[in-house]
């Protein structure tokens, strides 16, 4: 399984970015798939997560009605669409995914994940 994030990069606080997360030897659509984000020195924090299942979509709080994920199953891709970006926003944004089921009061734990991507870096300028 491979992971290939993309679509960060600097941008000032109040603007948007788009994330993709290309993957190849899994199939998003029937996969838990999740977007994470870690900065140095702290662990890696729940952004966003996906259940297969029904397509619903859940947040953390403090990205809650500025980000919203979404996948396109015909390109196997996952996307991370971030507004009103603000400076706390900067991190590197992981990918995750896993082929079994994660409950869903455990899909905003690192550890339900079992393959990630390599990461791509958002940073926000104040």
């Known amino acids: 399984v491979q992971l290939q994030a993309s679509g960060g990069g600097l941008v000032q606080a109040g603007g948007s970015l788009k994330l993709s997360c290309a993957a190849s030897g899994c199939t998003i659509s029937r996969d838990n798939m999740g977007w994470f984000r870690q900065t140095a020195g702290k662990e890696r924090e729940f952004v966003a997560a996906?259940?297969?299942?029904?397509?619903?979509?859940r947040y953390a709080d403090s990205v809650k009605g500025r980000f919203t994920m979404s996948r396109d199953n015909a390109k196997n891709t996952l996307y991370l669409q971030m507004v009103s970006l603000k400076p706390e926003d900067t991190a590197i944004y992981y990918c995750?995914?896993?082929?079994?089921?994660?409950?869903?009061?455990?899909?905003?734990?690192?550890?339900?994940?079992?393959?990630w991507g390599q990461g791509t870096l958002v940073t926000v300028s104040s």
């Open positions: 995750a995914g896993r082929n079994r089921r994660i409950i869903t009061s455990a899909m905003s734990r690192a550890g339900s994940y079992s393959y």
């Open positions: 996906i259940d297969p299942w029904n397509g619903s979509t």
